[in-house]
């Protein structure tokens, strides 16, 4: 069975900062990954996705994220945070073997002006 | 172009009542999916479909009910409310090739008293 794993429930940067939410996963075969953005009292937006051969994956808002296959991650990054980027973000995982995608349990991400 | 379409956007119930969530899609997408919602748990399954006349159990799918009996829509039973399925259910769909990212609806928040 496929799991997500999401270490940290918040995480806080200054505006202009790097930031990283990390994010980790199981499953028997092959992975496909996802990142999806939730804002307060809305449903969920896609970000972005892991594409076979790219270890580093662009998507939306200037988002992007690193695939490691031997350290089974796939972590977002953004080079410079916004304000605007404060919001749940949610890593999602789909065994190719299996028609499920199973979630992480989030992560706050505040960013600070 | 409506995408994923849920309803009611919120409801209240007594323990012991029934009622259906609703979810009706217009992207002609074979899978179809239900999740919960609940703060630090994150998004969980609880049933989703591959196709008409096909359902199947997620992670959570004990008290709640699915069938599908057409491509569009997808409705979700609750036969005995119980105050623990207090939470915001969200429908979902994707395509049919691997990677295909989960669309969402808008969210269906219930209270059971």
């Known amino acids: 069975a496929q799991s997500v794993a999401q270490p940290e429930d918040q995480v806080n940067v200054a505006e202009g900062n790097p930031l990283t939410v990390k994010c980790t996963y199981s499953?028997?075969?092959?992975?496909?990954l996802f990142w999806y953005v939730q804002y307060p009292n809305r449903g969920l937006q896609f970000l972005l996705k892991?594409?076979?051969?790219?270890?580093l994956v662009k998507g939306s808002y200037g988002f992007e994220a690193e695939f490691n296959k031997s350290q089974t991650s796939f972590h977002l990054k953004k080079p410079s945070a916004l304000v605007s980027d404060s919001a749940l973000y949610f890593c999602?995982?789909?065994?190719?073997?299996?028609?499920?995608?199973?979630f992480g349990k989030g992560t706050r991400l505040h960013i600070l002006p | 172009n409506a995408g994923v379409t849920q309803t009611p956007k919120f409801q209240v119930l007594k323990t012991g009542q029934s009622m259906t969530l609703q979810c009706a899609q217009d992207?002609?997408?074979?899978?179809m999916s239900w999740y919960r919602q609940d703060p630090g748990m994150g998004l969980r399954l609880i049933h989703y479909?591959?196709?008409?006349?096909?359902?199947d159990q997620g992670e959570v799918p004990n008290g709640y009910n699915v069938s599908r009996s057409t491509t569009e829509d997808f409705p979700l039973r609750l036969l005995s409310a119980a105050p623990s399925q207090t939470s915001v259910y969200f429908c979902?769909?994707?395509?049919?090739?691997?990677?295909?990212?989960?669309?969402f609806g808008n969210g269906t928040r219930l209270t059971v008293t």
């Open positions: 979902a769909t994707r395509g049919d090739r691997g990677n295909s990212p989960l669309h």
């Open positions: 499953v028997s075969g092959n992975p496909y």
């Open positions: 892991y594409i076979t051969g790219d270890n």
């Open positions: 999602a995982v789909r065994d190719v073997r299996d028609d499920k995608i199973i």
């Open positions: 992207m002609n997408h074979e899978y």
């Open positions: 479909s591959v196709g008409a006349g096909i359902t």
